[in-house]
Structures are given as structure tokens and as C-alpha cells.
């Protein structure tokens, strides 16, 4: 399968895709990104994404290679070219290319990269089965609020789940969960109440948990944003994470404990299902 891929200003084969070896997101992870999802061809909840962009060049003194709205029209574009109707956009922007050297160079231009991946997002196997989870220490830098593309730390939290037989990884610091490698950790407590870390510089702060929290706080359900620590996770009736390619995605197994007698919780499921529903209506035709 050959995609088109957009770099700089042009929409390219993939094979012809390049990016310069001096650029500074590859030579010191300079560099933010955003992942969307994609229904019925169209963006979802693209305002948020392209919000917390901006908000992560900004942390950065990185300039925007475009505006919010041009940014936008060119993923539509890629989509497009791609045909996809389901699944994510990727994009990532980095400070540009510049001799190597640690403080930031002026006078650089950003460079701007989007590509495709089609996927399940609906059907997806893994939100039928729910998902296994081990914990590992969180060893990232302190400014998880910028999506940055320093993302060895998740990598290995990945790689260690793989390694050990499950789907993915809850990072843990100072005795409490952070987050998923690459989603924010949902858990339901034994009074039906929703946990979810509450927002700093420890977390990324989820354009999908954000969503999740006001479908639960329209549907009556408690909410509480807070730290919670493994054991209390061990002791959850149910548990689950967010993120732009997996959605409202359920937990079943944390380290050695199962939750929610190893299938998809009732509350994690009609959360997904909500969040689907509103997903594809600001999609409709
Ligand atoms: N990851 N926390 C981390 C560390 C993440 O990397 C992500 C997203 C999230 C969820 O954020 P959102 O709901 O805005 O997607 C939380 C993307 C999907 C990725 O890296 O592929």
C-alpha cells in the first residue's frame, strides 16, 4: 500500500518523503504532533487537537507552520488523496532544520508532516475483548502537557507490556498512575463513582478525556479528577482509557488482577457507546 504523504507543502509518494537529517525533530525530538480520528471521511473533534497544537508550539516558542484553519485544509486534503474514511491523521510539526545546536536557532522554518493510517475505529477486536494492562515507573520528563515527540519513555512502557504478554502499559509516579503509554487511565470504584487523574504538567491533557468526562457528568455518573494509586485500580469494579484511536477502550486485567470478571464493564461500555454516538453525528452526511 502506498500512501500520500504531505511534507512542506507537497503531497508525496511515500517512498519520496523526506525529511531533512538536520531537522531538530529528529536530531532532539524538537517536535510536537497531534493524532485525529477520522469517520465517514471527516475529522472528529479536530478543534480540540489542533487547540492543544497550538497550545504546544506555544510552550515551546515553536512557530506554527500555518494557520489553525490552513493546518486544516491540508489534512482534509491528505484524507482525501487517501481515501480514508476510517481511521487517524497524523501530524507532526518540528522547529526545522538547522546546523546541530542546543538553543533554539532563529530564522528556521517549521517543517509541517501529515500522513494517514486507516483503522477500526468502530469494530475495533480489542474493544470487544477489553484490554490487559501492567504497570511500569513513569520516567518522562515533567511537561507531559506538550505533546511532544519524545516518546522513547512510552515506547518502552509498550514494549515492557508487549514483553510481558499484555496490550499496554499505566505508568506510575510516586505511588499513584499518571497515565496510559499513550491514553489517560480511567478507573470505576466499587461506589460506581469515575476516576481519572486530574489535569497538571503530569499528564497529557486528553482531547478524548475531556469528551468521556462530560458525556459521564451529562449521564449523572460521579466524577472525581484525582490521583489514584495501583491497589486502588487492583480493587475497581471497572476500568478503562481514552485516546483519539482507541476511544472509550476497557480495561479487563491490571498486573495480576482481573476486573469486571475479564470482559468490557457495563459502564465503560455505554460510555464508549455514547461517546461513538456523538462522534458520528458530528460527522453525519
Ligand atoms: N496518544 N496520554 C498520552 C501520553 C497520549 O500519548 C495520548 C494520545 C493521550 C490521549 O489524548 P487524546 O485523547 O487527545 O488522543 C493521553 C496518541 C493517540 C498517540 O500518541 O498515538
Known amino acids: 500500500m502506498t500512501r500520500i504523504v504531505y511534507v512542506n507543502g507537497e503531497y508525496l509518494e511515500e517512498q519520496d518523503a523526506k525529511i531533512s537529517v538536520f531537522d531538530r525533530g529528529f536530531l532532539f525530538a524538537d517536535g510536537v504532533y497531534e493524532v485525529s480520528p477520522v469517520l465517514n471521511g471527516k475529522l472528529v473533534e479536530?478543534?480540540?487537537h489542533l487547540a492543544r497544537l497550538q497550545r504546544s508550539l506555544g510552550e515551546l516558542n515553536m512557530k506554527s507552520p500555518a494557520s489553525t484553519s490552513e493546518i486544516e485544509a491540508i489534512q482534509n486534503e491528505v484524507i482525501k488523496r487517501n481515501g480514508v474514511k476510517e481511521g487517524i491523521i497524523y501530524l507532526q510539526v518540528s522547529r526545522g532544520a538547522a546546523d546541530?545546536?542546543?538553543p533554539f536557532p532563529t530564522d528556521i522554518e517549521p517543517s509541517l508532516v501529515m500522513f494517514t493510517q486507516q483503522m477500526n475505529l468502530l469494530d475495533n477486536p480489542k474493544a470487544a475483548?477489553?484490554?490487559t494492562?501492567?504497570?511500569?515507573?513513569?520516567?518522562?520528563?515533567q511537561r507531559r502537557d506538550i505533546k511532544t515527540v519524545a516518546l522513547l519513555a512510552q515506547a518502552m512502557a509498550k514494549q515492557a507490556a508487549k514483553d510481558a504478554g499484555a496490550d499496554d502499559a499505566w505508568m506510575v509516579e510516586d505511588g499513584v498512575v499518571t497515565e496510559g503509554s499513550s491514553n489517560n487511565a480511567f478507573i470505576v470504584t466499587q461506589e460506581g463513582k469515575l476516576i481519572t487523574r486530574d489535569l497538571s504538567n503530569k499528564i497529557l491533557h486528553g482531547i478524548t478525556r475531556r469528551s468521556i468526562l462530560e458525556i459521564a457528568r451529562r449521564e449523572g455518573i460521579e466524577v472525581e479528577e484525582r490521583a489514584f494509586t495501583p491497589e486502588e485500580a487492583y480493587e475497581a469494579v471497572e476500568?478503562?482509557?481514552?485516546s483519539a484511536s482507541t476511544f472509550a477502550m476497557p480495561v479487563i486485567k491490571i498486573d495480576d488482577r482481573i476486573l469486571s470478571n475479564g470482559a468490557p464493564g457495563e459502564l465503560t461500555s455505554k460510555i464508549r457507546k455514547l461517546y461513538i454516538e456523538m462522534a458520528m453525528q458530528s460527522v453525519a452526511d
Open 129 to 131: 475483548k477489553g484490554t
Open 46 to 48: 479536530n478543534e480540540g
Open 239 to 242: 476500568a478503562f482509557t481514552t
Open 133 to 141: 494492562i501492567i504497570t511500569v515507573p513513569d520516567i518522562r520528563w
Open 100 to 102: 546541530r545546536d542546543f
